[in-house]
């Protein structure tokens, strides 16, 4: 069975930092590319961030490049999202997500990022 659960969400004051995870089971994560999306209520779902399977080459949206760093750790099936100086407009429900060329991508249920004062 494959899951992907992401943890790590919660208050933080503007300013501050949180790290997200996301744990997979239930196919080889290794051989799949991970992202961080987000989605702000009444707005679409955006990606935030990329991180290839071979490599680990990593993409970011321009509103995140230089605050959120993502990496994975292939020995223990997670992917993370370092977020820092983090805004009000970064609130969001975060969630990652698995994709390989002629598979089926998996999403994880998603977690709460809210940054207020």
């Known amino acids: 069975q494959v899951q992907l659960v992401e943890s790590g969400g919660g208050l933080v004051q503007p300013g501050g930092s949180l790290r997200l995870s996301c744990a997979a089971s239930g196919f080889t994560f290794s051989t799949y590319a991970m992202s961080w999306y987000r989605q702000a209520p009444g707005k679409e779902r955006e990606l935030v961030a990329t991180?290839?399977?071979?490599?680990?080459?990593?993409n970011y949206a321009d509103s995140v490049k230089g605050r959120f760093t993502i990496s994975r750790d292939n020995a223990k099936n997670t992917v993370y999202l370092q977020m820092t100086s983090l805004k009000p407009e970064d609130t969001a429900v975060y969630y990652c997500r698995a994709q390989r060329l002629r598979s089926r991508d998996y999403w994880g249920q998603g977690t709460q990022v809210t940054v207020s004062s």
């Open positions: 991180i290839t399977a071979v490599g680990g080459s990593t």
